[in-house]
């Protein structure tokens, strides 16, 4: 029997947020080069934005590639490049078979130009579907898109565009990368790392973390609903006391 039976449907996360780990160390357990674990992950991407999009889940961030993944040898970075190319675009017809919406988030300005080229286009092919918004972060760190929001706030800011007493919490999430997004309520990492290694930083504020020591190429639905099952046995207080959650619930 499947775990998605015990998954209730009337409590999903709206945003699930992943961190992709452990497919270098899952290929030299096999005794193969890194690359071979980045190509068998991408059946683990499908199988997880599948398993979201049949339960209803709005949102699946994916941390596909960080910004210090560049200081990784140049034969790597290569072959993750081309992964990618080809994978967006052989997956593209997946993607609309299931309804699902694909996004980016990072500095894409620094993907190779057919890179760049192809996931624009399969953006484009992809924005009318109504159901998962399956999010890519390319070339991606929190501390670059605190620092980008930072910078354009200032830049309203001195040009008279936004008031200095207008800033506040809701306002400085509209220049974060995820806008309008809702923030990620449960974020599963594999590979059993415990960091959150410069992801979403601001957006992680009061997310539950889910470690699992899978290795991301092994991880499937069954692994996933798992992680949901988990999240739906915690209480998410918020700073309030788990009185004050029961009472707000009545």
Same mark, same amino acid.
């Given at each position: ?150 910078? !354009?706030?200032? &830049?309203?800011?001195?040009?008279? +565009? *936004? ?5 506040? %919490?809701?306002?400085? @999430?509209? $220049? !974060?990368?995820? &806008?309008?997004?809702?923030?990620? +309520? *449960? ?5 059993? %790392?415990?960091?959150? @290694?410069? $992801? !979403? ?50």
């Amino acid at each position: 029997m499947t775990l998605k039976a015990n998954v209730q449907l009337s409590y999903l996360p709206q945003h699930v947020a992943i961190i992709m780990d452990g497919n270098g160390r899952w290929a030299k357990k096999k005794g193969a080069m890194r690359i071979f674990g980045h190509n068998n992950a991408i059946k683990s991407v499908r199988d997880t934005a599948e398993a979201a999009a049949e339960l209803g889940i709005k949102y699946l961030t994916l941390y596909a590639f960080s910004t210090e993944n560049w200081n990784r040898p140049k034969d790597e970075v290569n072959a993750l490049m081309a992964l990618l190319i080809k994978t967006i675009g052989s997956e593209t017809k997946t993607l609309n078979k299931n309804n699902i919406k694909l996004n980016t988030i990072g500095n894409t300005a620094e993907l190779p130009l057919d890179c760049q080229n192809e996931l624009f286009e399969a953006i484009e092919n992809t924005k009318n579907n109504t159901g998962l918004t399956l999010t890519l972060a390319l070339s991606y760190s929190g501390r670059w898109e605190i620092a980008q929001a930072a910078k !354009l706030i200032a &830049y309203k800011v001195k040009n008279d +565009e *936004l008031k200095l007493e207008d800033i506040n %919490e809701a306002e400085f @999430s509209k $220049y !974060l990368c995820t &806008y309008p997004m809702p923030d990620p +309520e *449960l974020m599963i990492r594999t590979s059993g %790392e415990l960091r959150i @290694s410069n $992801y !979403l930083l601001w957006q992680l504020a009061y997310t539950e973390l889910y470690i699992t020591d899978i290795l991301w190429p092994d991880f499937n639905k069954e692994n996933f609903y798992e992680a949901i099952i988990d999240f739906q046995k915690r209480e998410r207080r918020f700073g309030k006391t788990s009185e004050q959650v029961a009472l707000a619930t009545v």
